[in-house]
């Protein structure tokens, strides 16, 4: 048994989702696209990296077969010839949504197969009705912005305004949220929160997924910069997950990062708050030493989603890659007999494709343990066949989704 260790990089989707042409994402590929850039030079950046994309580690769990498997091409300039020494996979996403509470929950054993509300790309995106009740209820003069948005860029156009007259700043996505950005000292870091709180309240009706508390700090435009203080205020899953059968039979799961968020802290045992796809990384080194048998760590590596992928950072991307695959020995090195590591992804957001938005793909899964078998476990129909394969190893009952890749 041991423990279960799943190690999500955040919209590292490796290509060829049957249903991709349904979101408009029809050849979006996150890993094959920032490997054919890296291989043309075009992921080079002075002083960060260069060359071909080199991922060792991932690959000789069977990233570079997995991708194969998705896509039917090997991502150029990635070695096919080694034999790995883990399990993979790739895995379809059923669920109707190609937004982050979708894919969590979905590895966790419980798709969505209902459809989000979402606010229409429009000048003024929200309801006049709803942005007259936050006001009311939340004791606020009005908001900035009100439209689609990149959280960097919108902060950049509104954060002085917001400044100075102290109104926050709302704004939506392809995905369905509900984002609100503030100044932590000048509007204050519990007062977005509780504006948060009051907004989750009055979109519930609407089928919003997530209320995003987005703080910053900085004095103008040139420094303003989003803090680690950002929280998720997610609806409930709609059945029992994975997570929620671990606790009921007595294991601990410690939510490494926004996991506690995604799944609105049910099913969690302790969470632990890290900046940074590094800071994430101690912390899970940290969590491995506390865990005990039969438990579960479940972290989040966001820098791949928001820093990389949604800024369309090719360059940024590759390296963040290279540098969590450097640390995989880490990880390694901590486990006991036994222990099971998955590493795989919630959706795509390849960082060439147009727009911002995530992406429609199939996700890598890879897995290594002493008590793993290594070989493909082919392409999986549904995510949920992950949180399955955990549940098994871990000897929890069976949820009604999904089967075993193990």
Known sequence: MARAIILLLDSFGVGGAPDAADFGDAGADTLGHIAEHCAAGLGDREGLRSGPLNLPNLTSLGLVQAARLATGQTPPGMDDSTLPIGRYACANEISHGKDTPSGHWEIAGVPVTFDW?????????????????????????????????????????????????????????????????????????????????????????????????????????????????????????PEPTLLDRACKAGRMVIAVGKISDIFAHRGISELRKANGNM??????????????????????????????????????????????????????????????????????????????????????????????????????????????????????EPGPHGRSFL
């Open 117 to 237: 509300g979402y606010f229409p790309d429009e000048e003024e995106c929200f309801p006049a009705d709803l942005l007259a009740q936050i006001y009311e209820k939340a004791e606020i003069e009005g908001s900035l912005a009100n439209c689609h948005a990149s959280g960097t860029k919108v902060i950049a156009d509104f954060g002085a305004e917001h400044i100075a007259s102290g109104k926050p700043i709302f704004y939506t996505s392809a995905d369905s949220v509900f984002q609100i950005a503030a100044h932590e000292s000048h509007f204050g870091l519990e007062r977005l929160y509780h504006l948060c709180e009051v907004v989750r309240g009055l979109v519930d009706s609407l089928n919003i997924g997530r209320v995003i508390a987005r703080p910053f700090v900085g004095e103008t435009p040139i420094d303003f910069e989003r803090t680690g203080n950002r929280r998720d205020y997610s609806v409930l899953p």
């Open 279 to 396: 800071a994430l990384f101690n912390t899970t080194l940290e969590a491995l030493d506390y865990a005990g048998d039969g438990d579960i760590v479940f972290t989040n590596f966001i820098d791949f989603d928001m820093l990389y992928g949604h800024r369309r950072d090719v360059a940024g991307y590759a390296a963040a890659l290279e540098a969590f695959d450097t640390r995989l020995p880490e990880i390694a090195r901590k486990l006991k007999r036994e222990d099971l590591v998955v590493i795989t992804a919630d959706h795509g957001c390849d960082p060439t494709w147009r727009g911002n938005d995530h992406t429609r793909e199939r996700v890598p899964v890879l897995c290594f343990g002493s008590g793993v078998t290594s070989g493909s476990a082919g392409i999986r129909e549904t995510f949920a066949d992950i949180g399955e394969g955990i549940a098994e190893h871990l000897g929890l």
